[in-house]
């Protein structure tokens, strides 16, 4: 069990849910996503990505963390190892299931 965090929103020191705020600010974070991160065909999530992620999910349909742990889990998305999101060459891509893509994120935060 991971250690209790502060929400993000600057000065709230409430205890974080899933997604780094607390139930009174999550609505800040897509606030915030949609002011400083843009959206997601400005991240680089375009048509382009869609056929890409298609084709590596159907090339690689089990999730690899699970995979390693000798789990059979279906995998729902493409993830960057690399964190960028224009990079799609093979290997710098991955399948995971919503599960470890969550723990991923949360690993790379952190």
């Not at 897509?30 to 843009?38: A, F, K, P, T, V």
């Not at 991240?43 to 159907?58: C, E, F, I, P, T």
Request: hydrophobic letters at 25%; aromatic letters at 6%; proline letters at 4%.
């Amino acid at each position: 069990m991971k250690a209790p965090r502060p929400c993000n929103k600057p000065g709230c020191g409430r205890i974080a849910t899933e997604g780094g705020y607390c139930n009174e600010h999550k609505s800040y974070r897509d606030e915030h996503d949609r002011l400083y991160r843009g959206n997601a065909s400005d991240r680089g999530y375009d048509a382009n990505w869609s056929a890409v992620r298609a084709r590596y999910l159907r090339l690689h349909p089990f999730c690899d963390i699970c995979l390693k742990a000798n789990r059979v889990q279906e995998a729902e998305l493409v993830h960057h190892k690399d964190q960028d999101s224009r990079n799609n060459a093979d290997d710098n891509l991955q399948s995971l299931c919503r599960k470890c893509h969550a723990k991923e994120h949360d690993r790379i935060a952190t």
